[in-house]
């Protein structure tokens, strides 16, 4: 069975501050990496789609970056904003195009 | 709008009683899926589809069954609900297996409590 693990579970941060996240996948059979950003009773919002290793993406204040060999991907946040409050969300995909969630990490930035 | 529907968006079953969910999606995707999500798990995979009239199992298939008569509707039955199936359920489609940049295309749940 393939794991996909998120960490921190939880995370609270102070409206201002930089904070940046795991997702730990197989790193064999590797396809792509997604990022999701999911709002409470909101579908989840796709930030990111990673194929290549040393990948590094960018939308506005959030970058993520990807290392296939050893089977990781950091999701970062520059400033955080109290509208940045969501669960951050990874997908990997193998060579069966079948996505494998992680548990994802649940952000609350304080004002 | 486009986009994927799911209806209802709550129910509360007694066990043993059965239900039908609705996922309608209005893009044209030849794939759909069904998750369910729970505390401290990621989305796990329930049934998905691959075409109009074609469905699959997933990672956690027991208790549900699915089906896809038309390209838009992806049906999730439960015959006889149990607490265990106590979950919030999301549908998602997508284009195509490759799904590229995109990635699903989720609905926004039904959140189900089986008493």
């Avoid at chain 1, 921190?8 to 501050?17: A, F």
């Avoid at chain 1, 996948?25 to 909101?42: G, I």
């Avoid at chain 1, 939308?59 to 400033?79: D, H």
Wanted: aromatic fraction near 12%.
């Amino acid at each position: 069975i393939l794991n996909v693990e998120q960490s921190p579970q939880s995370l609270h941060v102070q409206e201002g501050d930089s904070t940046n996240f795991t997702c730990s996948f197989p790193s064999s059979n590797f396809y792509a990496l997604h990022w999701y950003r999911w709002e409470t009773a909101k579908s989840p919002e796709a930030l990111f789609v990673m194929t290549l290793n040393g990948d590094e993406k960018k939308k506005g204040r959030i970058s993520a970056t990807l290392n296939t060999k050893e089977g990781y991907s950091y999701l970062y946040i520059k400033g955080s904003q109290p509208e940045d409050s969501a669960t951050y969300l990874c997908a990997f995909t193998s060579g069966t195009y079948k996505y494998i969630f992680g548990t994802g990490t649940r952000l609350k930035v304080l004002a | 709008n486009a986009g994927v529907t799911q209806t209802p968006k709550f129910r509360v079953l007694k066990t043993g009683q059965s239900m039908t969910l609705l996922c309608a999606q209005d893009m044209n995707h030849e794939y759909m899926y069904w998750y369910r999500q729970d505390p401290g798990m990621g989305l796990r995979l329930i049934h998905y589809s691959v075409g109009e009239g074609t469905t699959a199992k997933g990672e956690v298939p027991d208790g549900y069954n699915v089906s896809r008569l038309k390209k838009q509707n992806f049906l999730l039955g439960l015959e006889s609900a149990a607490p265990s199936q106590t979950s919030v359920y999301f549908c998602a489609s997508s284009y195509s297996k490759e799904t590229g940049p995109q990635g699903y295309t989720f609905g926004s749940g039904t959140r189900l409590t089986v008493v």
